[in-house]
């Protein structure tokens, strides 16, 4: 009994030690921490069925990630961290949708940040989009970074967040053991597009120019592996990520970053709205300033012009 | 915040020159105030104080220019906080500190440090709303805080020298050699852009395979490594389908296309083949013209080979009658035609071949003065006009009464031996 109360209290030591080693900065004594990611996928309410089917494809490419039913409330964010304690989670990825249209995904760190919220646009599920791609589910797969990740400071915690979440850390529970997929993260335009590629590796042909070359000079280090070629054929989903904000705690916090560039699509239709209406508008004033001439001449009311000086046909020959 | 930036913007174009100016020494003030709390209080916080805005912004009419130096006094105060605090150690102090500096940056996009005064109130407003009053945070010290905080590799490369390198297969993650974003010309262009895309996920996989074969860490799925994949068997089903279709449809539009052109062109291909056909008989004729004079030259010379030029010559010309139809002219002008065949001529008998066809059976004068039928002799005897066939047909039924039964041929002998 002592033995095996034993074990248990070392496992749970264990564990509090990793939760511990994230909440400190630093690499710990052992020189690389374990990597430990459990990811709670969830859905505010109000979400369109093309969302929750993003959502359902990034749950399915995720064996770490756990999801969870709709959250209730949209302003009380920080019971999701309650909720990501419960379910023993250290990653949030909350989809909080807007008037049944806009979808804003939220990436947090749950015991002590950070937050990052996007607004996702350009939105295809894997099932709309009819590629030929498949891979494994639950395979890990490589994460490939734009330069421009690694520039600004922003983008870093950015690129790390994301490492977090959509890295499948080594050994987890219903991962894969091939690697058949990439994931492709891109700077563009001020957004983030996140594309998903499947790997398959087709028989070399000849003459490609200076790839070929790289891939000689990798095949005399690598022994045999360099017979077959790389091509890559998208599985989807794709989606686009626009960062708005960054908070320092989870859920919480100060905010320590903020998108100037970003334009919040209710402002995008109101400027839509108004220049509509300003064309009803315009023609309105129009009418009415031609009531106002037509009253000044006296014809209100399809009322026959009248001249008032006395030379008015019927007048002189009354 | 957004919410807060979105409101004011669209707040600007509507208050005044003064107003304007207290609105964002308003919007300086709040934000001091909101560093600490969470962002959910916060929205409620500028809920209520937009409420309260309007009151302010009468009161701030009388006030004008004053309120301007008060807003100087706090951007001081604000450098002047950032410099005590620095010196801090105490990581709740630092974050404050952090903060303002992030408020020092944003001072410079603000418009109340450019000079407007000058301006008219209208120019004013319209600056206003082009400006983006909108406040920029980028913290980047706390960013890069947060960053160590959770990052999975050492991020100085000492440490990371000190230890053993970490494995590829840790993190698997790459970064590109070069900014995706300089590879695309347009952002617009879906083409160009997912090739970029598609070229940095590639680069990224090359190097992946030939860093995880390094470390023996497996990569291509065994072909008979089967598993349940990320679509299900249905949904490639469904998108090989489509593919099929998609083909399909392309080779059908392209069948009909080129049935469509073949039409057009028809017609003149046809007109063309019949031409080529008659200049290659023509050809051939005059070939066999040539021949035949030739013949006709050469072989006068002696008298048998002359006759057989001849049958040479009906040789030829048989094959010139069988073979040429538009020779038939020549032919028919000739008149060296036969008569017409069977057929023809019995229906020439029986519908008549040229003439006139009316009256032809109605009596005239040469029909009424044609006494070749006519027989005195048969008149005497009685019975009917006409030949012997005639009498004969009207003697079975109307033979005079009188005359006798002819008799054998013997016994009419033996009359004629007696007479």
Redesign the interface.
Known sequence: MAAVYKSLAKTSKADKMDIDD??????SSS???K?KQRVLILSSRGVTYRHRHLLNDLA??LPHGRKDVKFDSK????QLNELAELYNCNNVMFFEARKGKDLYIWFS?VP???TIKFHAQNLHT??EL???G?????S????????????E??L??I???F??MF??P?GARKS?????????F????GKI?I?N?E?R?VAKVKGEGEEDE??NK?AK???D??QTD???I??GPRFVLTP??????A??????????R?I?P??VRSELRRSKASKHVARQEQTRDNLARKRKLGLENGEVFKDKSGLDTRELFA | ???KG?KLT?KAPIANKQSNRVTDKKQKVDKRKS??P???AD?EEWEDEDSEEDSEDESADEEGGVDFSKLEDINDSDSDSEINSDDDEDEQEE?EA??DDSEGEESEIDVDGLDLDGLDPEEKEELAATT?V???????D?????????????LDSN?SKK??P?PF?????????????SA?PS?DDDLE??L???N???????R???L???EG?????PTD?F?????SDE??Q??KQ??IEVATAKKASAEARKQRDLKKFGKQVQVQKQQERAKEKRATLEKINDLKRKRKDGGSASLGAREADDMFDVAVDNELGNTTKPGGKRGRSAGDHGPPNAKRQKKNEKYGFGGKKKFGKSGDAMSSGDMSGFNAKRMKHGGGAGDGKKAFSAGAGGKPKGSKPRVGKDRRKAQAGRR
């Not at chain 1, 994230?22 to 690499?27: H, I, R, T």
């Not at chain 1, 498949?134 to 639950?138: F, I, Q, T």
């Not at chain 1, 859920?251 to 100037?260: C, D, S, T, V």
């Open positions: 994230d909440a400190k900065n630093g690499s020189g690389v921490r990597n399915a490419m302003s009380k964010l920080y760190k002590n940040g950070p894997m099932e009819h590629f030929q498949n891979c494994l589910k639950g890990r797969p490589i994460l490939s970074f734009d330069a421009t990740f690694e520039t400071p922003h870093r915690v690129k790390e967040v490492t977090h890295g499948v080594e894969k053991p091939f690697i058949d997929h990439v994931m492709g891109s700077v563009a335009d597009w594309r590629y790997i590796e790289e891939e990798k280090k690598g022994g592996s360099n790389i091509s890559l998208e599985i708005i904000i960054m908070q320092e705690g859920f919480g916090g100060p905010i320590i970053y903020e998108n100037k970003f919040s209710n402002h | 915040m957004a919410k979105a669209a560093n600490d969470p962002v959910e929205e974050e952090e903060s983006r909108r406040q920029t945070i980028n913290n980047k706390a960013l890069l805080a947060s960053l160590k905080r959770i990052s999975l590799l050492p440490n230890s053993a970490i297969s840790y993190h698997m993650t790459l970064v590109s050699s070069a900014p995706t974003e695309i952002i852009r997912e970029a895309f598609l940095q996920a590639r680069e990224a996989a090359l992946a395979r030939s995880l074969k390094k860490v497996p990569f291509t799925r490594y598993a349940e994949t990320l679509r949904t490639m469904q998108v489509k593919m």
